[in-house]
């Protein structure tokens, strides 16, 4: 799992998820990133829960993940 950390302005810490989504039309890299979770656990839960519908779901007619048009969280 790809969870990472960052720091915002107040010096707060937060945490954010990052995969690879299957290549575009254009075999561009393409990922999914979601972040502001308040701790690592939370934001390795949501990634897991991101990857069990991404990994159901088919590619649009155009390329993109239909999922993620329809529904832009997971939670």
């Known amino acids: 799992m790809a969870v990472y950390e960052y720091q915002l302005a107040s010096g707060k810490t937060r945490w954010f998820y990052k995969f690879d ?20 656990k939370a934001a390795a839960e949501a990634e897991r829960k991101a990857r069990e519908v991404y990994g159901q779901t088919d590619l649009a007619a155009d390329g993109s993940v239909k999922q993620e048009r329809d529904c832009p969280r997971f939670g």
């Open 21 to 40: 989504l299957p290549a575009g039309p254009d075999n561009k890299r393409r990922t999914k990133k979601e972040r502001g979770y308040l701790t690592d």
